[in-house]
């Protein structure tokens, strides 16, 4: 009997302590790292979705560059084959070559939409504007989605390196630190715009 009334002593105790070390905030932050990813890998698709339909619309003016176009469309086919799954979200060199596929993409879109600005017969264009306002919507949507998923990546690499936490984190779950999504070089920088070329 004095035995039983010990356990039902220390079970309390132990529960309280395995609490404390992180064995429900450590899969807790890490579900919100892998739902911010969710949300942003769900936006950098609509944005391939979406570029197929600009291209189209674009090409059909006859008007911009067709190496612009045919890097678009190699960009995006490029972006499409380098995959990242939550599992791999503490790999850096995963991580950095899906942001080198992404940014690339990203660059050859820029550059597409900045030379269309030449072009005032395309931008008249209803359907050029439509597609236009959806991939500014689905660019703000991913700038949005990257803060989102950094935010989840900084409180679950805090969580598990931070005590009680940390016990947690190595014992039961071997955690490692997730890989933040850093923006490109080309992104701080805004483009150049020249309109010499405009017939």
Do not use: H
């Amino acid at each position: 009997m004095t035995a039983l009334r010990r356990f039902g002593l220390l079970a309390p105790l132990a529960a309280l302590s395995l609490a404390g070390c992180g064995l429900n905030s450590v899969p807790t932050a890490e579900e919100q790292v892998n739902a911010a990813w969710g949300n942003l890998q769900a936006d950098l698709q609509r944005r391939i979705d979406l570029i197929p339909n600009l291209v189209r619309t674009v090409e059909q003016t006859g008007k911009v560059e067709k190496g612009i176009l045919v890097g678009v469309t190699q960009a995006r086919a490029q972006a499409t084959q380098v995959k990242l799954s939550t599992a791999d979200l503490d790999d850096p060199q995963k991580m950095a070559a899906f942001e080198a596929a992404q940014n690339q993409l990203s660059g050859s879109l820029g550059r597409l939409l900045v030379t269309v600005e030449a072009y005032p017969e395309l931008k008249s264009i209803g359907a050029y504007q439509d597609l236009i306002v959806e991939v500014e919507r689905t660019e703000n949507r991913i700038k949005n989605d990257r803060r989102d998923y950094n935010e989840a990546v900084r409180v679950y690499n805090t969580t598990i390196r931070t005590f009680p936490s940390a016990i947690g984190a190595k014992v039961f779950y071997g955690a490692k630190p997730k890989t933040p999504y850093t923006g490109s070089t080309e992104a701080q920088t805004a483009p150049t715009v020249e309109f010499n070329n405009a017939g």
